[in-house]
């Protein structure tokens, strides 16, 4: 699977470019800051964050934010989208790690943000418990996917859907 991803990296980069130079980024701030707290500074992790796209998006909003792919191009892109946009290396970054298997203590972020991960993920429900883990109490889960593999995995949890 990551040998995939890892292939496309570039056309992800420019994709998502192109994506944070048009009127489609303000309609994702639009939505997601509907959805958050906008009043301070938060903690944002951005799992599956392929070129960067929520890293510049949320990094110029003075959000602290963190991506995570578990392709290494995919890492490497999202620090090329950072620097291209100017933001603070110390505040938004990208780093390579699996999506079902976090190493952040618990409780580390205020929001966990994703774009059509979920569907590529083998087992979707452990990761989501993952994410709630790391997640602190009272945060906010965006999950913005298509269902690629409807009814190929059952929840066994309840979770709170915005």
């Not at 496309?8 to 800051?33: M, N, T």
């Not at 790391?134 to 309840?158: M, P, Q, S, W």
Request: glycine share 8%; net charge negative.
């Amino acid at each position: 699977m990551a040998g995939y991803w890892a292939k496309r990296a570039d056309s992800f980069f420019d994709l998502r470019y192109r994506e944070l130079k048009s009127d489609k980024a303000g309609r994702w701030l639009d939505e997601i800051s509907a959805l958050i707290p906008c009043e301070r500074n938060l903690n944002i992790l951005d799992i599956g964050c392929g070129a960067g796209f929520f890293e510049v998006l949320l990094g110029k909003q003075g959000h602290s934010v963190t991506g995570i792919d578990l392709t290494e191009d995919m890492v490497d892109r999202t620090g090329r989208m950072i620097r291209l946009f100017g933001l603070d290396e110390s505040k938004v970054k990208a780093v390579s790690m699996d999506a079902e298997m976090l190493d952040f203590p618990d409780g580390t972020f205020d929001v966990i943000i994703t774009r059509n991960l979920t569907w590529t993920l083998p087992h979707p429900v452990d990761a989501c418990q993952e994410w709630f883990r790391v997640l602190k109490t009272g945060g906010i889960l965006l999950n913005f996917d298509v269902e690629y593999a409807k009814n190929a995995h059952r929840c066994t949890e309840d979770f709170r859907v915005i």
